[in-house]
């Protein structure tokens, strides 16, 4: 159920919902127009408030002030918003997880693994765009979005298995773990707020300690059916 069914908003009041503010609007600072951003921050939080398919496209440009007809001069189509925002959203999200050098295995799945928790914080909204309506994607959009996805999942893949390597981690069922962390890092959009108690940093972090009791839990790896023989 979105944001403005559970709620009951209208128009106005969801434009100032907090539910709907993140830093989503930064995402657009390379490569498009000021309309055009203005457009896709519009769409993003139609979309995370309605839903894809309930958003009409003179939702999106009212809420950029302009006329219905203009999405078109910039967009072929409100799936072809929808397709720029998850494949910018995607991408940035896996460019968060490029950082400094870690001392080891362990420090370096909490640093991974805290960035991509504090990006989905930070870009809440624009997060939960990306995990619930790509399902609405072309074929073709759909793929090229998936792409990244399993982008990112390698980049967890590779960390457990190093980890499991060189003996800092106990050996677990990866490809369920790393299921198991993504989700965990992901699910916040649902409910994260800027405003409330956990800046994104510190979300980040606290689930990062969580990860690594995944992979470093004999329990863990007794429940995914792997032996430490």
Request: proline share 3%; with cysteine; aromatic share 8%.
């Amino acid at each position: 159920m979105s944001v403005a069914e559970r709620s009951g908003l209208s128009h106005a009041e969801e434009a100032r919902d907090a539910r709907l503010e993140d830093e989503s609007p930064a995402l657009w600072g390379h490569g498009f127009s000021e309309v055009g951003q203005s457009m896709l921050t519009s769409a993003v939080r139609c979309f995370a408030a309605k839903g894809f398919q309930a958003t009409r496209t003179r939702d999106i440009t009212a809420g950029a002030k302009l006329s219905p007809a203009s999405l078109y001069v910039h967009f072929a189509s409100k799936e072809d918003v929808l397709f720029t925002i998850s494949r910018v959203g995607h991408e940035r999200a896996l460019a968060a997880l490029q950082g400094p050098e870690a001392p080891d295995t362990a420090a370096h799945l909490r640093s991974v693994f805290s960035r991509f928790v504090a990006w989905h914080a930070r870009h809440h909204v624009a997060g939960r765009v990306n995990q619930y309506e790509m399902f609405s994607l072309t074929p073709e959009h759909y793929e090229e979005v998936l792409s990244i996805r399993q982008q990112t999942t390698e980049v967890f893949r590779k960390a457990v298995l190093r980890g499991i390597a060189d003996g800092s981690f106990v050996k677990v069922d990866v490809n369920r773990v790393v299921r198991a962390m993504l989700s965990l890092a992901v699910d916040l959009v649902r409910w994260y707020r800027l405003d409330g108690p956990d800046s994104p940093e510190q979300l980040g972090e606290f689930y990062a300690e969580l990860a690594l009791g995944m992979v470093t839990n004999p329990a863990i790896a007794q429940a995914s059916g792997t032996s430490q023989a």
